[in-house]
């Protein structure tokens, strides 16, 4: 199957795919190879049009990106990366677009992941779109300088997201109805296009499955079952070091854990039912926005255990609503939500607010990877970022991180240094 895009012709796969024939095109390329003199540039569109077909029916390099657990070893890697990928109902109407933006905190992931094939999304009458950006220093290394101007790999998604609107109908979408969409980094990124002047009009709607470029992240979810009794109240806590997490990650859906419906085998092979409980997971401050210690009122430092502490109050406030019975709450989390357990056991602020708690790795005590800090280390590693940003020293040094920009601290703070500070 062969689809004519200006003066070039792409040749792709027809699947079958639940019951729907869907076209699919693999590794189109939508700019210029970024090798060379274009390291680090803005991204280039290909201005010439292609002397042969372009062959979509196989898998292309995936950005360079440093080894990880999450890419198949048989996906290899290249700065010749900037491509996408398209699954399109086969039909002759226009159809809405998706148009999809991986995670892995800009430094990892790949359009060619399994997870990530659009061919069963395309049976809902929508063509999917995938796309490809540089990561790591490749698309974030910034340099001062016009042909190294810094997020060139979010540059990447806004070329990717002209090409769509300029080509969508060749491949039966319509290009005034594209929803961009994307998971924790992608969600970031979704973000950035919204707020972005440079993205205004190439899209009509957007979904952040995650992350946000915004500071504004106090939320929680909850899962609870149909029913009318008061159940039980499992609140959970993330982990991730207190610099990584988020409560939409996919592995921390509470729908299952909530459900007294599944029916599970134990190896007696006795049917056992699940539990029946009301499951609420939390978000709270990482990083420099969390644990920063400015030794006064106004930064007094753990204010990521703070939002944890206020989260638990709503909870007991405001769980009846949902099903759940205040006085039978336990909380739990693993790793650094472990950690955060401990903390809530032994913290007076905590008193009476739970009943059970569960810790499914580290502890406050006696953990040599996330070790507390004191007063005087939590404070210099606060100062530290406000000369890196070159803040006035006759100025006041919180004021100015409360001027500067959340990318600007993040730049400065070393995710493997976020110690709570002993109180």
């Known amino acids: 199957m062969c689809t004519f895009m200006e003066t070039r012709v792409v040749r792709g796969r027809t699947l079958h795919v639940l019951d729907t024939n869907v076209d699919q095109f693999l590794g189109i390329p939508y700019a210029e190879p970024p090798v060379g003199k274009h390291r680090f540039a803005k991204p280039e569109p290909i201005l010439k049009p292609f002397p042969n077909i372009i062959d979509a029916t196989k898998l292309k390099y995936s950005c360079i990106q440093p ?19 398209i699954w399109t109902p086969n039909t002759t109407a226009l159809k809405p677009v998706m148009f999809w933006i991986y995670g892995g905190g800009l430094t990892m992931g790949s359009i060619f992941q399994e997870w990530y094939n659009g061919s069963a999304l ?41 090409w769509v609107r300029e080509n969508a109908h060749t491949f039966g979408g319509d290009r005034d109805q ?41 939320v929680l979810n909850i899962w609870t079952t149909n029913t009318t009794a008061l159940k039980p109240v499992m609140f959970w806590i993330y982990g991730g070091g207190l610099a990584a997490g988020s409560i939409y990650e996919p592995q921390f859906n509470g729908s299952a854990l909530a459900t007294n419906d599944v029916v599970v085998v134990s190896l007696a092979n006795h049917s056992l039912d699940t539990n029946d409980v009301v ?12 644990f920063l210690y400015g030794d006064r009122e106004d930064a007094p430092g753990n204010v990521g255990f703070y939002d944890q502490l206020l989260g638990l109050k709503w909870v007991r406030k405001n769980i009846h609503s949902f099903g759940g019975d205040r006085d039978e709450i336990t909380i739990f989390g693993e790793s650094a939500g472990s950690w955060s357990v401990s903390a809530h056991i032994l913290s007076p602020l905590s008193k009476g607010l739970f009943k059970r708690a569960i810790m499914e790795s580290a502890a406050l005590m006696f953990n040599i990877d996330k070790d507390v800090v004191n007063k005087n280390e939590a404070l210099s590693q606060g100062k530290a970022i406000a000369t890196q940003l070159k803040c006035n020293k006759t100025e006041d040094w919180i004021h100015c991180l409360r001027r500067a920009d959340a990318n600007d601290i993040l730049k400065y703070w070393d995710p493997f240094a976020t110690h709570p500070m002993l109180i």
């Open 279 to 290: 499951v609420v997971s939390v978000n709270y401050r990482l990083g420099p926005f969390g």
């Open 122 to 162: 395309a049976t809902n009458d929508v063509v999917v779109v995938s796309v490809n950006y540089r990561l790591g220093p490749f698309g974030f290394l910034y340099g001062d300088r016009e042909d190294a101007p810094g997020n060139v790999g979010l540059y990447d998604q806004l070329l990717a997201l002209k």
């Open 67 to 85: 080894p990880n657990i999450y890419i198949k070893p048989e996906l290899h890697y290249s700065e010749d990366c900037l491509v996408l990928n």
């Open 178 to 218: 594209i929803t961009i969409f994307g998971e924790s980094a992608g969600s970031w990124s979704v973000s950035a296009h919204i707020l972005s002047p440079l993205s205004k009009g190439l899209f009509k709607r957007a979904i952040m499955e995650s992350g946000a470029l915004i500071e504004d992240c106090l």
